[in-house]
Structures are given as structure tokens and as C-alpha cells.
């Protein structure tokens, strides 16, 4: 959010917050109270913690503190694949963001196997 981190512990202790800070908590509050409530995300702050795809680590949080919060509800209402959100956010994602720690092969026994990428 942009917010930081003596911000935040200030605002525990009772400070008050910069009309600047205080839009930026209010469309956040908005965004995560549209998600679960008309989206029916129960558990958005876990969800938007989740990588968008298997094997990418890029999350809708990431989305969020990129100002891209558009992509962030097309992708919780499904109205966009995490393929189409990917490549709207990083048209490179395949080569930049893929986690090619492993790769997938075939063992001597026919079977498919997983191990570390050299």
C-alpha cells in the first residue's frame, strides 16, 4: 500500500493518519470488502498471498502494490485467466517471473520425475 512501517506502528499507539494515508487504507478496506463480499473470496488476505499461477511468484498483493488493482478484481471475478493478467502486467512474465528452480523429466523407469535445474 505504499504505507510505512512507523506509519502503521504510529497508527496503533493512536496518531492520526495524512489524508493521503487514510485514501490509500479506505480503497484498500474497499477493495478487500468487494472481493469477499461480491466476489465470495472468504479469506482474501490468504488469497492475495497465493502466487497467481503454479510456478510464478507474482501475487494479487504484488498486483496491489503496483497500482494495478484492476487486474487484481478481473482476476478474482475470473473475468481474466492468470495468463491474461500476467501478460497485462509483464508481457515477459514467461522468461522473468516462471520459478525454473525444477524442471520435469523422464527417468529411467519411463516415469515422469521432478529435479533441481542445473
Do not use: C
Request: aromatic share 6%; net charge negative; no cysteine.
Amino acid at each position: 500500500m505504499g504505507v510505512s512501517v512507523p506509519a502503521l506502528q504510529k497508527w496503533r499507539k493512536g496518531a492520526s493518519q495524512s489524508s493521503t494515508n487514510r485514501l490509500k487504507l479506505a480503497q484498500f478496506v474497499a477493495l478487500v470488502e468487494y472481493v469477499e463480499h461480491e466476489l465470495l473470496i472468504n479469506d482474501v488476505a490468504s488469497w492475495l498471498e497465493m502466487p497467481i499461477r503454479t510456478g510464478v511468484h507474482l501475487t494479487a498483493l504484488d498486483l496491489l502494490a503496483e497500482n494495478r488493482e484492476v487486474l487484481v478484481i478481473e482476476l478474482a471475478s475470473e473475468q481474466a485467466t492468470p495468463e491474461k493478467v500476467l501478460d497485462e502486467f509483464e508481457p515477459e512474465w514467461r522468461e522473468k517471473l516462471v520459478d525454473n528452480a525444477f524442471e520435469v523429466f523422464t527417468a529411467s523407469d519411463g516415469s515422469k520425475a521432478i529435479r533441481p535445474r542445473d
